[in-house]
């Protein structure tokens, strides 16, 4: 997602002494150069463009399968409607097809009242969107769900479990995948053929009947031709110029991004198609059906060293963050399940944890699994899980880390560790400006803990 330069002033962040909530009359004096968490309910402004569906027509951009079903009933009953979008810094940022998309909805019915879902979270994949759709889109019961992870690991487990959440937990919503792309994967569209990590995807759309859009088809053919400059800073000869970057969509690519799904509602819209009335077996047994996020206030115990703050710019993903400043602070929980993790807050003070698993030290024993933030651990003796990376020069982003288990009964220990990360070879010399000019922020060992992440269910009041 594209950088906004936003300035907080953040209650309550440094000065606090530990053990009781944070009064509001702190200032944190570090700029943010991330936006940080989006609201969660938006309406499209009056400089979103109204894509046109005109101009391309290619029956390989849309799979319709059982269509839109539910959404498109409902809409022509005149009742209201909620559409929710989740996915990564494409969904969450304001050019790359969720604002044009939701005003072409609007457009189809005008009438109706609509709200709009933005759950989109900057660099993260579908193991993060297993544990967080339940809070963040279906307590709000939306009436359809588009789902963008393609450049995000498309970590088909995940992907699973996301659907099958929304089938069990909320079964009047209608589901769409969207596949967004990146590098070279324009010329295997161009080529006819499909991005592998799509065509893992598509196995689950099929599976359950979705539909889903090939997003990049059109200017994967536009830039074949010479029409579209996919990555690059200006583009000659009256071409359009897709992105910066070859990931993010400028304005223009997000409206041919927005144009595709705008010309798949309009085929689905026309779909004579029957409601699915069954869930079937799943494709993998362990997906991430049982993932969710938690309040680490209602399923953690917490030591001595810790306070309650609010930092305003992720008010929307974390009403309040757990902050620990001591090295030796912990806070413990149960579970039964096969992994577990922490949805935290990076920034230039994020320091290192240690986690004890049933009483024992536990160490990372294999990356993560790919396309994934999900690491594998086991008992042993190693150097503490980093929390700063080189996002985190001078700037605040939520992140997340993930560790997995054999399915069982477990109590976690996760303590702030008073090991400090070599952060000045993270950032590298590239960006060695901030750390040089403001040492004392890096210097500090803190961690901001927003949500503790299951992939299972916490044991609470030592009930199994």
Request: hydrophobic share 40%.
């Amino acid at each position: 997602m594209k950088t906004m330069q936003l300035k907080w002033i953040i209650s309550g962040m440094l000065m606090m002494a530990p053990g009781h909530v944070a009064a509001q009359n702190g200032r944190d004096l570090i700029a943010a150069s991330q936006a940080g968490a989006s609201p969660l309910f938006f309406q499209p402004g009056t400089d979103v463009p109204l894509v046109s569906t005109a101009g391309f027509s290619d029956n390989r951009e849309c799979m319709l399968r059982s269509g839109l079903p539910r959404f498109f009933q409902k809409a022509a009953a005149g009742k209201p409607l909620i559409v929710g979008f989740i996915g990564g810094s494409i969904t969450q940022g304001n050019a790359g097809y969720r604002p044009q998309t939701a005003r072409y909805l609007q457009s189809m019915y005008p009438a109706a009242d609509m709200r709009m879902l933005n759950a989109g979270v900057s660099g993260t994949g579908t193991e993060l969107g297993a544990c967080r759709i339940g809070e963040q889109l279906l307590q709000h019961h939306p009436d359809l769900v588009f789902v963008e992870f393609a450049v995000n690991g498309a970590y088909a487990k995940g992907m699973e479990g996301i659907v099958r959440q929304i089938r069990r937990q909320s079964p009047g919503t209608d589901i769409c995948f969207i596949y967004t792309v990146t590098g070279n994967q324009t010329q295997i569209y161009a080529s006819g053929n499909i991005p592998e990590n799509i065509q893992n995807l598509e196995k689950i759309a099929e599976h359950y009947g979705l539909p889903s859009v090939h997003m990049a088809l059109q200017a994967s053919l536009l830039e074949k031709d010479g029409k579209l400059l996919w990555k690059g800073k200006t583009a000659d000869n009256g071409a359009i110029l897709f992105s910066n970057d070859g990931i993010h969509p400028l304005r223009a690519g997000g409206n041919l991004y927005a144009a595709a799904i705008a010309r798949s509602l309009e085929k689905m819209k026309k779909l004579k198609a029957a409601i699915p009335s069954s869930l079937p077996a799943p494709i993998y047994p362990d997906n991430w059906e049982n993932a969710a996020m938690y309040d680490p206030r209602q399923i953690a115990q917490f030591s001595n060293g810790w306070q309650s703050t609010t930092l305003p710019q992720f008010a929307s993903w974390f009403p309040l963050i757990q902050q620990a400043v001591s090295p030796g602070a912990s806070f413990t929980f149960r579970f039964k399940g096969s992994a577990f993790g922490i949805f935290d807050v990076g920034g230039p003070e994020a320091g290192q944890i240690t986690i004890q698993v049933n009483g024992k030290t536990m160490k990372t024993v294999s990356p993560a699994e790919p396309g994934t933030q999900i690491y594998r651990i086991a008992p042993g003796d190693s150097l503490p899980v980093n929390r700063f990376n080189v996002y985190c020069n001078n700037r605040y982003r939520g992140q997340h880390q993930l560790f997995s288990l054999e399915p069982g009964d477990y109590t976690v220990t996760i303590t702030l560790s008073s090991q400090k990360a070599d952060k000045a070879a993270i950032l590298g010399p590239a960006q060695a400006e901030d750390i040089g000019k403001h040492p004392e922020k890096y210097d500090r060992t803190v961690l901001y803990l927003g949500k503790i992440l299951l992939k299972g269910k916490p044991v609470l009041n030592g009930n199994r």
